[in-house]
Nanobody
């Protein structure tokens, strides 16, 4: 079992920055593919960024060049640095962990990011 807790959300003006963190409990963190998703009101949950156990990253086109995902296996954390924020980035951001070996998924409860214009 893996438990995930997001933090770092808040209110920021357009053009500003926020850094989200996800703390994971469990002893298999280094084996997990980590991801950030977001869900805006009235919209489906959207994949924002991923980082594999080996550190390879991928980003949604809408955030590429503005967001950076990273992980610290020693601390069992994954972060999402969000720069040049836009009102369209407003959403609840969720941390996700995927255990590729067994196909298991784990989810945090989300943290609200609100970007004002």
């Amino acid at each position: 079992q893996v438990q995930l807790v997001e933090s770092g959300g808040g209110l920021v003006q357009a053009g500003g920055s926020l850094r989200l963190s996800c703390a994971a409990s469990g002893r298999i963190f280094s084996l997990l593919t980590m991801a950030w998703y977001r869900q805006a009101p009235g919209k489906q949950r959207e994949l924002v960024a991923t980082i594999t156990s080996g550190g390879s990253t991928n980003y949604a086109g809408s955030v590429k060049g503005r967001f950076t995902v990273s992980r610290d296996n020693a601390k069992n954390t994954v972060s999402l640095q969000m720069n040049s924020l836009k009102p369209e980035d407003t959403a609840v951001y969720y941390c996700n962990a995927h255990y590729v070996t067994y196909g298991d998924d784990y989810w945090g409860h989300g943290t609200q990011v609100t970007v004002s214009s």
